[in-house]
């Protein structure tokens, strides 16, 4: 009686041409006894569910790059800014610059003899020729940005803390020496010490007492102030990946996070 049941149920669902005892048979058979197959197909929707996923792989090729894009905008304007400023250079132990080498023996003298002013007139000149020359890096920088590859921005993502410093330095440093020696010489000339070293340095580095690098101050002073803005920029970009939180773009925040697991 079940089966003629089943059958009467069953029926209308076959066409003519179909309508016979094996295919209502087979039918019966998967009513009675569900395949793996049929029991799979109607499990519960977890089961089909996509596995979970972690890290960079949650997110999109684009929006991996575009973030990346964000945070190294972010990284390089804060470091511009920071070392534009009155003192940028000058008030930060870390990026101050020195006297060169070969000047510093001689600092030491001066100050015993009272003319100490002189050393430190130079100093600040120079650190100010380096305030004055750093914003011209933001063009070139955002430039750098732009033309970053798929490949570039996977290797800075997975990188080291200063990845992208790194990506900066390779692209950008001989183009921003070039935009910032004009300026830093144009500072320096403002002082008759600046041209006084030049002519000592001079005549110095044919005897071998002066680096051919600290031949001129200029050179020495923008190759100081390059190595500021890195160092700078590298702090910037190991703060972003350790405090992703705090990066002004939610994008930011949610890819960098992401790498580190939060």
């Known amino acids: 009686m079940r089966s003629l049941l089943l059958i009467a149920l069953l029926a209308p669902s076959f066409t003519a041409s179909a309508f016979d005892m094996n295919s209502i048979q087979k039918r019966l058979d998967q009513i ?4 793996a197959k049929t029991v799979a197909a109607s499990a519960p929707v977890a ?81 100010r020729a380096a305030e004055a020359a750093v914003p011209e890096a933001k063009t070139l920088l955002v430039d750098a940005v732009k033309a970053m590859t798929l490949t570039d921005a996977k290797d800075i993502l997975l990188g080291n803390d200063d990845a992208a410093t790194q990506y900066f330095r390779r692209n950008t440093e001989i183009a921003l020496g070039e935009k910032f020696k004009p300026i830093v ?33 200029d050179d020495y002073i923008t190759g100081k102030a390059l190595d500021g ?34």
Do not use: W
């Not at 009675?32 to 395949?35: D, E, G, L």
């Not at 500072?187 to 680096?211: C, E, H, N, P």
């Not at 160092?231 to 949610?254: C, F, G, N, T, Y």
């Open 47 to 127: 089961a089909s569910a996509p596995e979970a996923v972690s890290g960079l792989g949650q997110f999109s090729t684009q929006d991996q790059v575009e973030s990346l894009r964000q945070a190294l905008a972010q990284g390089a304007e804060t470091a511009v800014a920071n070392l534009a400023k009155e003192n940028g250079y000058l008030g930060n132990d870390k990026v101050r610059i020195p006297l060169p080498d070969n000047l510093q023996k001689a600092e030491r003298t001066m100050r015993k003899i009272g003319l100490g002013k002189y050393a430190d007139e130079l100093t600040t000149s120079m650190n």
């Open 32 to 35: 009675r006894h569900p395949s």
């Open 185 to 217: 010489s144009q500072s320096m000339q403002q002082i008759s010490l600046a041209k006084t070293y030049d002519r000592f340095a001079g005549k110095a580095k044919k005897v071998g007492l002066v680096k051919e690098k600290d031949a001129h101050l």
């Open 229 to 262: 803005l890195f160092l700078m920029m590298a702090e910037q970009e190991k703060e972003i990946r350790a405090h992703p939180l705090q990066a002004s773009s939610d994008l930011v925040k949610k890819i960098f996070g992401a790498l580190l697991g939060n």
